[in-house]
């Protein structure tokens, strides 16, 4: 199948198809006339990098969980130990996201918010950060 009908099979968009395709994550074959030819499992293989960045998974990641993907002989103790170190890296944005929405409804709850050009959120804004970014 064309890189068209792979993309509407898949779910994904045929740049993004192309740019899997760029880092190694699918290899379809080639056709004489030079075009794409996927087969039913690069769309399967489409669908699960899909998926994996649909739940956050990075590019190495995904990387990592398609080899187990299309290994019968992975331990399912290291699909779960990527998983779980993922979900660390989750619960980390979690809490940096809990944080900036306190320091921002902070702010908002300073500011009057009329048609006064003082303003509290622009004032906080101008203050060195009271937290680290990660």
């Known amino acids: 199948m064309n890189i068209g009908q792979a993309a509407e099979r898949s779910g994904l968009n045929s740049?993004?198809?192309?740019?899997y395709e760029?880092?190694?994550l699918v290899?379809?074959?080639?056709?004489?006339?030079g075009y794409r030819d996927y087969t039913s499992d690069d769309v399967?293989?489409?669908r699960f990098l899909q998926?994996?960045?649909?739940v956050g998974f990075n590019l190495d990641e995904c990387r990592e969980l398609l080899a187990l993907y299309e290994d019968p002989n992975r331990r399912s103790a290291e699909v779960k130990a990527?998983?779980?170190?993922?979900v660390a890296q989750v619960e980390a944005q979690l809490e940096q996201l809990e944080t900036m929405r306190g320091t921002l409804?902070?702010?908002a709850e300073q500011c009057p918010g009329d048609d006064h050009a003082d303003c509290a959120i622009i004032d906080n804004l101008a203050q060195p950060m009271p937290f680290k970014l990660v």
Do not use: F, Q
Not at 15 to 19: N, S
Not at 51 to 54: D, E, P, Q, T, V
């Open 82 to 86: 990527l998983v779980m170190s993922h």
């Open 44 to 46: 399967a293989r489409l």
């Open 15 to 19: 740049k993004t198809i192309r740019y």
């Open 22 to 24: 760029s880092l190694g």
């Open 51 to 54: 998926h994996c960045r649909a």
């Open 105 to 107: 409804l902070s702010m």
């Open 27 to 33: 290899e379809p074959d080639r056709a004489e006339n």
